[in-house]
């Protein structure tokens, strides 16, 4: 299994909205705190160390 | 009463040695009376090598220092002759708590997997440990064997030679010196052996101090592990609650790099401390206070031609996972048999490069995992923290961020993945018994499977016959075979996975060393001669 870069959410402006609406009204620190248990559950649904690598590399839009 | 820590164990006596005319050569020379110094010393005369340890002290450590034995440790002293003393007096702790800021974030119950003579790990303070291991040293001279331990005999100066070492050491009598066709050094983290000759001692140098007490409790306190992060009475840092024998409970405090060290042990600033984390009411004696520092380093080999380095004083790990004296354990596990081949002039030295490469694999996993928990513990930028957090406060919540909660990876033996003494594989066996491995212990009846190993070169036959003995290359194998009801599920799980026979060469420190689903003498020959560096 390989990191799924093509589109892959069904409704993408409802996905974006939910993620807004969590951090609505947070302080940064809050904010950040959200953010960092957000990527932790997400991993965890992930589940494989080879896909979060490349995920991780994605993320940090570096090219090789 | 006077305490453990207070009686010379093996006072200075004058040895035959100050009387001779010209320095008495040994066969084998330890420094240090630690654990691990006392360890290898064991295992020397075991073998029949004579032995001479020497140690500056004529004492026991002062204060608990290393408390957590593993099972591969238990399992190597059980080798050494003191198992049980360990496991008879040790503490057996199941129930873990976690705390994050004023709250408890889990608990844990740590369910050791069945099948095992001895348990994960013992809480044992480190006297008791030495101790022992001085007992066992008296019941082998009592036996006749030559180990000799000299108290109050401080080394000054180590020349090492191309085929022996001089050795000068101080006593209240007045120097001498002393020669050792082989020299381990023991001498602990600071090792002065290694200073003495110029040896390096790098790596990522990892800089934090702990304060670490004994107390005694006054009433009943539960028998638990209890690991704080950034404790209200330690803010920013991290503390563990940790029970002994004796009703006494260790406490590490950690304090981070820039203190004062003088400030932080007076009792006047201990004690407050400790009342805010066990609580008021609770009453207690501080028996012992002591900051400790340390650095996640190793020496780049640990082998110097005829000197040798066993223990902290060939590499360093934090506190965090109880990895210092049970990886000190396991090199002296790997080191003696092959010196002893090398000795007896059954094995070319190069086998003694392979201690080198077996141990610094494993000591590098063990800097790898004490420097993570060190990681997770004490976070290194605000990005850090902010996830190390994260993980806390989710770990309250759901059971899928408890594993990354990391206090402290537990040690466990080291596998020989690469080692070039590892022989034949047959893959469809149980990978955990695969060559390089520790030999999985199982019960055999009332007996166990590792202590029927011992420390010979085994041939263990599963649903195969062996033979019982068998000699090859000068060195006399033990067959060992198993069948019928010896053959139970868990050394079907550990050793036969779906084959139904296997054949496995053991070496003296128990690890595998090749394995088969047939049995061929032809097979055993070769591997053993690959483990024993003939094809190095």
């Known amino acids: ?64 | 009463m006077t305490k453990l820590f207070e009686t010379p164990l093996y006072p200075y006596q004058l040895s035959a040695d100050q009387k001779a005319d010209a320095p008495v050569r040994h066969p084998a020379v330890v420094i240090g009376a630690g654990p691990i110094g006392l360890a290898v010393a064991i295992d020397l005369a075991q073998h029949d090598v004579p032995v001479v340890i020497l140690d500056e002290n004529d004492k026991v450590s002062w204060g608990s220092r290393a408390i957590c034995f593993s099972k591969r440790a238990l399992e190597i002293l059980d080798r050494l002759g003191a198992g049980d003393d360990y496991v008879n007096k040790g503490v057996l702790w199941n129930l873990g708590k976690v705390f994050f800021g004023d709250r408890k974030v889990y608990e844990f119950n740590l369910l050791p997997e069945d099948g095992h003579n001895r348990p994960a790990f013992i809480n044992l303070q480190q006297y008791y440990c030495e101790l022992y291991l001085v007992e066992r040293i008296r019941a082998l001279q009592a036996e006749g064997k030559q180990i000799d331990i000299r108290g109050g005999s401080k080394v000054t100066a180590v020349e090492a030679r191309d085929d022996h070492s001089r050795i000068s050491v101080e006593t209240p009598d007045g120097p001498y010196d002393l020669e050792a066709d082989w020299l381990i050094a023991c001498d602990g983290a600071a090792s002065p052996t290694r200073k003495m000759l110029g040896l390096d001692f790098v790596g990522r140098v990892f800089e934090d101090n702990f304060l670490i007490a004994d107390v005694i409790m006054k009433a009943d306190f539960p028998t638990e592990r209890w690991f704080w992060f950034d404790p209200p009475f330690n803010k920013g840092q991290s503390a563990l609650l940790h029970k002994q024998p004796d009703g006494v409970w260790r406490i590490d405090l950690q304090l981070g790099w820039d203190i004062d060290k003088e400030e932080e042990k007076k009792p006047e600033n201990v004690i407050p401390r400790l009342k805010q984390m066990l609580g008021e009411e609770v009453e207690f004696d501080l028996e012992w206070v002591s900051i400790y520092t340390f650095q996640c380093r190793r020496m780049e080999k640990f082998r110097h031609g005829r000197v040798i380095f066993a223990g902290d004083s060939a590499h360093q790990v934090s506190p965090f996972g109880a990895r210092g004296a049970n990886s000190g354990f396991q090199d002296t596990d790997n080191l003696v048999w092959k010196l002893k081949l090398v000795m007896d002039g059954l094995a070319p030295e190069s086998l003694l490069d392979t201690y080198d490469e077996e141990r610094i694999h494993a000591a590098d996993e063990n800097i790898l995992n004490s420097s993570r928990s060190t990681d997770f513990i004490t976070p290194k930028s605000e990005q850090s923290r902010i996830f190390r957090d994260a993980v806390l406060d989710l770990a309250e919540h759901h059971a899928f961020a408890r594993p990354l909660v990391n206090s402290g990876r537990l040690s466990l033996p080291a596998t020989y993945d690469c080692s070039r003494l590892n022989g034949a594989d047959v893959t469809s066996l149980p990978a955990r018994t695969r060559p390089g491995s520790p030999a999985a212990d199982c019960p055999l009846g009332e007996d166990w499977l590792l202590h029927k190993l011992g420390d010979d070169f085994v041939v263990l036959g599963i649903n195969r016959d062996v033979p019982d003995s068998l000699s090859a290359h000068g060195i006399s194998l033990k067959g060992l075979s198993l069948k019928g009801g010896d053959v139970n599920p868990f050394v079907k799980d550990r050793y036969l996975g779906n084959e139904d026979g296997a054949v496995y060469l053991i070496r003296p420190d128990q690890h595998v060393a090749a394995r088969w689903t047939t049995y061929d003498e032809a097979d055993i020959v070769s591997a053993l001669g690959r483990v024993i560096g003939k094809e190095l």
């Open chain 1, 1 to 64: 299994m390989s990191a799924n870069l093509k589109p892959n959410l069904a409704r993408p402006d409802d996905f974006y909205a939910d993620l807004l609406a969590a951090h609505e009204g947070l302080s940064k620190a809050d904010s950040d705190a959200l953010n960092a248990r957000l990527i932790l559950v997400l991993a965890n649904q992930i589940g494989d160390n080879e896909v979060l690598r490349e995920c991780l590399k994605a993320a940090s839009l570096s090219s090789e």
